[in-house]
Each structure stands twice: as structure tokens, then as C-alpha cells.
């Protein structure tokens, strides 16, 4: 009797080991994100790190540490931001299918957030630019790279108040990938 209590005890253990091995497995597994999933459920990711795999639109020029997914219909895009350990993204990655990792982040805009900027704007209007304007980045957040600055402003409020007139947040989303710290090129 002792005996057969011990082999069940034996059996029950190795059953449950293997059991919790088996259950582990899948859950290790990581989703790999396309550029329309990671469009689609970014607001479901805001603080997830993720993986991201897609064709590289764009390399920002000026710092480097800025690259731009693009969708399979080339109607949108998404930021890809480096982390603390790419100094910058390879140029050479520009229209290739790139593995990034990073945190899914997110930035709202609020109707004061948009009055500041067209003051600003409206207060600069005979001053010189001030400074470089990414048309990438203006993409990534549905805006007209050809509108100037009071233009795309004014666009943001109108798109801004249909969407509290529709009952939905009174706050614009732009979602990106921050903080990603390896990349690599897929074959």
C-alpha cells in the first residue's frame, strides 16, 4: 500500500510538471505585429512591448534615431522611436522588411494642446521656419505634409471636435513604438 501511494505521488507530480512545461510553452511565444495590426490595435497596446515587422518607409535624415513603417496599402504609417541602446537606425534599412521590439506608446492632443500650437503658429506667420518639418511624422498622425502649419492645426480641431460631437474622447491619439532597442533586417 505504501509503495502504491508513493507511485501515485511519483505519477501525480511528473503529471503536473509536465502539465505546467506544456502550458508554459505557448505562452512564451511573442506576437509579431504587421504595420495595419499594430495601426488597428495600438490603443489595446499603450505600455506593451511589442514586436513589429514591416517594410521601412522612411529614415529620419536629421537624427537617425527615427525610422517609419508603412502599411501594405502605403496609406499609413507608424513611429518607430530608438531606445537607449541604437545610437541610430541604419539608413540602409529604408525600404526593407524590418523586426523591430519596443514599447507601444501613446500621445493626446487636447483642444488647449491645439489652441497653443495655432497661437504659436498664428504669432510666427511672418517669422522664418522654425526649424525642420518631418512629412513622415506628419503622415504617421494623418496630416497634409503639403498644408501649412496653421492649416494642419486647424485640420486637427476640425477632426478633434467631430470626434467629441460623436461622443468619443476629447483628446486625439497619435500611437507610436518607443524605447526600441534591436532591430533587424529579415531576410
Known amino acids: 500500500m505504501k509503495r502504491q501511494l508513493i507511485l501515485c505521488c511519483v505519477a501525480f507530480v511528473a503529471t ?8 508554459a510553452t505557448p505562452a512564451s511565444k511573442v506576437k509579431v505585429y504587421t504595420i495595419d495590426e499594430i495601426i488597428v ?6 505600455g506593451q512591448t511589442v514586436q513589429v515587422k514591416g517594410l521601412v518607409d ?7 534615431r527615427k525610422i517609419f513603417f508603412i502599411t501594405k496599402k502605403g496609406n499609413k504609417t507608424i513611429r518607430v ?18 523586426l523591430v521590439s519596443g514599447v507601444v506608446k501613446e500621445q493626446k492632443q487636447t483642444q488647449e494642446d491645439l489652441d497653443r500650437q495655432e497661437a504659436k503658429a498664428i504669432a510666427a506667420k511672418d517669422a522664418k ?6 512629412t513622415a ?23 478633434l471636435k467631430k470626434q467629441i460631437a460623436a461622443g468619443k474622447n476629447n483628446y486625439l491619439s497619435f ?7 534591436e532591430y533587424s533586417v529579415v531576410k
Open 16 to 23: 503536473a510538471l509536465f502539465s505546467f512545461g506544456n502550458a
Open 41 to 46: 490595435k495600438a490603443p489595446s497596446l499603450v
Open 58 to 64: 522612411h529614415v529620419c535624415a536629421i537624427t537617425g
Open 81 to 98: 522611436d530608438a531606445g537607449e541602446k541604437i545610437t541610430k537606425f541604419d539608413p540602409q534599412i529604408k525600404d526593407k522588411v524590418v
Open 129 to 134: 521656419p522654425a526649424g525642420h518639418q518631418c
Open 137 to 159: 511624422n506628419m503622415k504617421a498622425n494623418g496630416e497634409d505634409p503639403e498644408a501649412t502649419r496653421l492649416e494642419r492645426i486647424k485640420a486637427l480641431k476640425e477632426r
Open 175 to 181: 500611437y507610436s513604438v518607443g524605447n526600441c532597442e
